[in-house]
């Protein structure tokens, strides 16, 4: 069973961010501009991360100064190749940009950027997986 936690900042232009999280603490997904909820941050587990340390991460991310996520993510891929897809995307560095096509390429299926771009319009972990 999955646990919701809500964190809101303000000032940021993305409003409300819903993070959520595994019952072992692994990030499973991260709605932006999710809607407001009854949900309440609830640190019901010692694994997950503090609401500081994911306000934090979410500072330096919209700063352009992108951190590691403070907390393990599952890899929403349902196949080796969305897999390998999600993992390529999730080593890009700060600023880089790839193609469908080059993100295809690097996953090992050159011919697939149409594939990439569906599972990217999926991406259950936008900011984390950018």
Do not use: I
Not at 20 to 39: K, N
Not at 49 to 73: C, E, M, R, T
Not at 93 to 98: I, S, T
């Amino acid at each position: 069973m999955a646990s919701v936690y809500a964190l809101s900042l303000p000032t940021s232009s993305l409003g409300r961010v819903r993070f959520q999280f595994s019952a072992c603490g692994e990030l499973l997904q991260v709605q932006l501009r999710s809607a407001e909820s009854t949900h309440s941050w609830l640190h019901t587990a010692d694994c997950l991360p503090s609401k500081a340390d994911l306000a934090g991460w979410l500072h330096a991310v919209l700063q352009g100064q992108a951190k590691a996520f403070p907390a393990p993510w599952k890899n929403p891929g349902q196949t080796p190749f969305a897999h390998r897809v999600y993992q390529v995307v999730a080593g890009l560095g700060p600023g880089e940009c790839l193609s469908y096509g080059e993100v295809a390429a690097r996953a090992g299926s050159p011919r697939a950027a149409r594939a990439v771009g569906n599972l990217m319009g999926r991406n259950p972990l936008p900011l984390v997986v950018p």
